[in-house]
């Protein structure tokens, strides 16, 4: 048992070529289910998705079954946000068989598969040198991403009938969006407290993310420069020593050309 467990560990935190191909694997894993979910969140139950639906429960809970085996500190790995969305999305697949007047509601609870895309980045973050140098843009653009998602799932579960399909969930994505963007076409409004309550959320809440993005990508908070002492390469646009070390930083700059 303790050889399997070894063996297991070795695949999800070894640097060896098979270790680095099964994460691979498991990202484009994540990545599919990310999009499958999405794409099925208001059709219709039927024979097909629901064997499909079986077999990404069970991938996701043996993934979850060992991660959770081979971490050193359990408790913490089931309060990561990523271990609860796995938690619940298993859950709802579970029981949507048995919860026919509950089904539109469980699916919809697998859009929560898209916060699983922060643990995706942590394997990118040890992976891809690409994604270390633009890491604050593509946190930004996902944190965008899971916000208009998740919340267009909710607008869809609150607001739309079952029966709506997926003319109902883009009119849910586009209220999302148009909210989030302060449009106000208004042709699509909430009527009840709770749905405008829900939309001041929408719009507080987005336009934070907007400008966070925004200003990520014209005016990146960090600057990539490596302490010549401590390797630490991420800094403050400003930085004069290295926040880790104390290390003197030579930093180069376009400078100032006055006015």
Known sequence: MNSLRSTIKSLYDGQNTRSRRFRYGLILFDSLTIIYFIATAALPSTPVITAVNAFFGLFILFDL????????????????????????????????PLMAESFAFLRVLRGLRLIHAYHLLHDLRRESAFFRKHEDAILAAVN??????????????????????????????????????????????????????????????GVALFVQLARTIFQPSKIKHTCPECGLNRHETDAVHCKHCGTTLKIETKGDTGG
């Open 65 to 96: 079954a060992a991660r959770l085996w081979i971490s050193t500190n359990l408790r913490k790995e089931l309060t990561r946000i990523y271990t609860l969305a796995d938690l619940v999305v298993v859950i709802s697949l579970v029981l949507a």
């Open 144 to 205: 965008l991403l899971v916000f208009i998602f998740v919340i267009t799932s909710l607008v869809f579960v609150l607001t739309f009938e079952e029966d709506a399909g997926v003319a109902g969930y883009v009119d849910a994505l586009y209220f999302t969006v148009a909210t989030l963007t302060t449009t106000g076409f208004g042709d699509i409004t909430m009527t009840t407290t709770g749905g405008k309550l829900l939309s001041v959320f929408i719009m507080v809440v």
